[in-house]
């Protein structure tokens, strides 16, 4: 009760201060003398000023280079440059993946530092040759930064699986879950 009697006095000073205080237009005839801005007088003024300005935008820059596109699956290709019928073990492709997410990690882990917020998923897709070097590489997936797959692209280049089997080349898509670590 004495916190509310208190709270009611001073919403009552708070309201007889600001109807002391403001100008209600009229003019009697009596000239009032008004101090300097530099008096030390808060003065009201009866247009609002804008308190923060709201920048011209910029041209935009178009759309950022992501990599390659994923294929969709409802899509058809024409033409595929050459066939790859050969085989990998799957223990052999996740060995390769499970040395290389050290790697894949640190170019995720980079961009991190600039974009605290970036996630997604990499997808490493690569035609590993018959001697089981990486002949073609493309680097896509929900992550959607180009830094990020252009470094994924550069080592993935570098990756050795064993030689393919019954055939010349094999498909190998590798997905990399990249967070940021608690």
């Not at 280079?65 to 058809?76: C, I, Y």
């Not at 897709?125 to 830094?147: A, I």
């Not at 692209?153 to 010349?168: C, D, I, K, M, Y």
């Amino acid at each position: 009760m004495k916190y509310a009697l208190v709270g009611i006095l001073m919403l009552l000073a708070a309201v007889g201060l600001y109807c002391a205080t403001a100008d209600d237009g009229s003019t009697d005839g009596d000239e009032v003398a008004t101090a300097p801005p530099d008096a030390g007088i808060i003065q009201r003024q009866t247009q609002m000023q804008p308190e923060f300005e709201i920048p011209e935008e910029e041209p935009d820059l178009g759309v950022p280079d992501l990599g390659p596109a994923e294929p969709e699956a409802n899509t058809m290709r024409v033409r595929q440059p050459r066939t790859c019928d050969g085989n990998l073990d799957v223990a052999a492709i996740r060995a390769v993946a499970t040395r290389q997410q050290r790697q894949v990690r640190s170019c995720y882990e980079r961009r991190l530092k600039v974009n605290n917020i970036l996630q997604g998923t990499v997808n490493v897709r690569m035609v590993v040759g018959r001697t089981g070097s990486v002949d073609q590489v493309s680097v896509g997936g929900s992550l959607r930064d180009s830094e990020v797959f252009s470094c994924v692209r550069r080592l993935a280049n570098t990756w050795e699986f064993p030689a393919v089997e019954g055939g010349s080349c094999a498909i190998v898509s590798i997905p990399f879950r990249m967070t940021p670590r608690p």
